[in-house]
Structure formats: C-alpha cells, structure tokens
T-cell receptor, first 113, second 112 residues
Framework: QKEVEQNSGPLSVPEGAIASLNCTYS??????FFWYRQYSGKSPELIMS????GDKEDGRFTAQLNKASQYVSLLIRDSQPSDSATYLC?????????????FGKGTKLSVIP | DGGITQSPKYLFRKEGQNVTLSCEQN?????MYWYRQDPGQGLRLIYY???????QKGDIAEGYSVSREKKESFPLTVTSAQKNPTAFYLC???????????FGDGTRLSIL
C-alpha cells in the first residue's frame, strides 16, 4: 500500500508567523507532488505543484521537495486567518500505463489573530 | 466561466434506491475522476476515466457505477449495493492523467 503521511494537527500559528506543513511518502518512484487547500465544508483547491528537488515559491507559499528523504513540505509566510483550512498533500506515481494520485489525510491549520 | 459543475449539492437516498450524481466540465479535459471523502479521512478514488467510452475502477469501486459517453460528462451512480453511502463525493478533472487535478464543489449524500 503506497502511503502519504501528514500530521493531522491541528497546527496553530499566530497571525504573521510562518506555518510549516509536512508530508512524507512511501513510494520512491513518485514523480509529482501537490498541495491542496480545503476549507471546512468545501472542495479541495490546488495551490502548489512541485516536480523536482528544491524549492518552488508562489507568493506567500513555498513548496519544498526532497526526493532522497521522501519528504515534501509547504511553508506559508505571513500567515493570515484566511489561511485557516485543512491542507492536503497528494503524491502521483505512474505504473502499468496509468497514473495514480494518493492523498494524505490532511493537516488542519489554525491561524490565530 | 470554465469549470467543473457537480449537482445536486445535497442528495438523500432511501433504502434500496439507486441515485446518480452529475459531473460536467467545460475545460476540455480528457481525464475525469470520482472520489469519496469521509470525515477525517483522505480522498479515496472510486472510478476514473482517461478518455471517452473508457473507465477504470479505483480503490473503492464496489457499489458504484459510472459512464463516460461524452468528454464533458462523467456521472456516478451509487447503487443499493453500497451499504455505507453517506459521504462527500468529489468529481475532478485534469488535462491528461499525469497533470494536476481540479475539483468541483462536491455533492453531499445522506441516507434517509
């Protein structure tokens, strides 16, 4: 069973701080990595994609990938109360002519004003 | 506007009844997916389709059926064989199967 593990939280950070969300995955041949944000009662929204080792920045969000350690993280700088949501890590691998996306259970983030 | 439309937003099923959830996209995406989300759980794949007239079972296909007669549409039927259907159902699509997936707003299914 290919697994994606996230700390369920809740992770509480004060407004303006950096929130750090972590994800580990078990399948070494995983190729693509995604972070989704899901507000309570809503559907997931794609916020970051990362495909190669290193950092990828988009506004206040930075995704970090380390394939050797099988670890992907999401940093949110200058956290705002509107960032309070559950963040889902998703990992894609290929096999047998198809691609499979596996989701973690999510980390709930609470930004305290 | 381009997007993925799921309907209805809320659905109630009686014992022994089949119900169909609608998913339509106007993004010209080839691949479409159905997921189920239970409280505190990750998304679990029910069925997916890479092209029209072709679909594959996901991890939890038992008690569900799908069709893909048009590129834009991928309806999901929850049959009476699915004994625990209460969940949040999410439809997604992607340009191709190896590309990021985007989600509709979801349908909440409950048992009467």
């Amino acid at each position: 069973q290919k697994e994606v593990e996230q700390n369920s939280g809740p992770l509480s950070v004060p407004e303006g701080a950096i929130a750090s969300l972590n994800c580990t995955y078990s399948d070494r041949v995983s190729q693509s990595f995604f972070w989704y944000r899901q507000y309570s009662g809503k559907s997931p929204e794609l916020i970051m994609s990362i495909y190669s080792n290193g950092d990828k920045e988009d506004g206040r969000f930075t995704a970090q990938l380390n394939k050797a350690s099988q670890y992907v993280s999401l940093l949110i700088r200058d956290s705002q109360p509107s960032d309070s949501a559950t963040y889902l890590c998703a990992v894609m691998r290929s096999g047998a002519g198809s691609y499979q996306l596996t989701f973690g259970k999510g980390t709930k983030l609470s930004v305290i004003p | 506007d381009g997007g993925i439309t799921q309907s209805p937003k809320y659905l109630f099923r009686k014992e022994g009844q089949n119900v169909t959830l609608s998913c339509e996209q106007n993004l010209n995406h080839d691949a479409m997916y159905w997921y189920r989300q239970d409280p505190g759980q990750g998304l679990r794949l029910i069925y997916y389709s890479q092209i029209v007239n072709d679909f594959q079972k996901g991890d939890i296909a038992e008690g569900y059926s799908v069709s893909r007669e048009k590129k834009e549409s991928f309806p999901l039927t929850v049959t009476s064989a699915q004994k625990n259907p209460t969940a949040f159902y999410l439809c997604a699509s992607s340009i191709r199967q190896n590309q990021p997936q985007h989600f509709g707003d979801g349908t909440r299914l409950s048992i009467l």
